[in-house]
């Protein structure tokens, strides 16, 4: 298991690395740590061209400020590791240098005032997500990490023909030793016939190796208010959610969030491809 893990030096970059070590201590997975730099440019006729001698001066920016945070980060000892500094400039966008590196798993930060519109990098986390083959952890801005007790899956009824996506989910369920709940907000002006429902819903539990007590439904018009009711009536340390549910997440960290959205991002966010 490869874990990648871009960093700004942020707080909240670090405590998405505290995360990624807690997962590693557990498990036989590489962390790689990664910060990426802008690569000056000079401007030439029709085009542009690097200046190496700023360039190589960020670069060593870059390796000592990895270096000191390897250095505080003493934890990091108990786990398998590497750093890696990488330029970019032009049209390269930071979604597709760190696709690029090939890993099982992303976990990284946000900071919470703007949730996943202003991910740390000053990438666009959708774009992240949309591309990454794998699935993407991501951290918010908080004091301190909590214990990962209890998972809760976001399911919207229908059928996941391919179950082997929720690998990484029995994974790290299993790793932390937590518990696991699923759970659907239900609109009232859905559709779905309990017969379907119950057929869509059993093979997946069988396949989290969960109870149907693990199992409930909220009614809700917004699946947000539905999803704040949940987390916080369950003590919900981890969410989790799929691709065909991205409009949960534009809904949940949309610039015009109110203040039943005030919970925003504050527990850790698994994105499951």
């Known amino acids: 298991m490869k874990i990648l893990v871009p960093t700004d ?27 990426i730099y802008l690569l000056p440019v000079l401007p030439a006729r029709n085009t542009f061209y690097s200046d190496q001698g700023k360039g190589m001066d960020n670069l060593r920016k870059a ?13 990091l000892k108990e786990v398998k590791y ?25 976990i990284m930060g946000t900071h919470g005032n703007e ?15 949309d591309k990454s083959p ?36 029995v994974w790290i369920t299993k790793l932390m030793a937590a518990d696991l709940q699923v759970f659907r907000v239900r609109n009232p002006e859905e559709n779905i016939s309990p017969e379907v429902l119950e057929n ?16 409930s439904e909220i009614e809700g018009i917004r699946v947000t208010e539905g999803l ?21 997440l534009r809904e949940f960290f949309a610039g015009s969030v109110t203040k ?3 919970l925003r991002i504050r527990i850790p966010l698994l994105v499951i491809p």
């Open 9 to 35: 030096f942020s707080d909240t970059a670090t405590k998405a690395l505290e995360l990624a070590i807690q997962i590693a201590k557990r498990s036989d997975a590489q962390l790689l740590i990664v910060h």
């Open 63 to 75: 390796e000592d400020e990895l270096q000191r945070l390897t250095e505080a980060m003493t934890s």
């Open 82 to 106: 590497e750093t890696k500094a990488i330029s970019m400039y032009g049209p390269v966008e930071i979604p597709d240098i760190l696709i690029g590196l090939s890993a099982d798993l992303i």
């Open 115 to 129: 949730g996943l519109k202003k991910l740390i990098l000053g990438s666009n986390t959708f774009s992240i997500i």
């Open 134 to 169: 794998c699935p993407v952890l991501i951290v918010p801005e908080m004091q301190s990490l909590p214990e990962i007790k209890n998972i809760g899956l976001s399911y919207d009824g229908g059928i996941i023909e391919d179950l082997s996506r929720l690998s990484i989910l």
């Open 200 to 215: 869509n819903v059993q093979p997946l539990l069988d396949y989290l190796k969960v109870s149907h007590d693990s199992y």
């Open 228 to 248: 704040e009711q949940v987390i916080a009536e369950n003590n919900i340390d981890m969410l989790v959610t799929i691709p065909r549910q991205n409009f949960l």
């Open 260 to 262: 039943k959205l005030s």
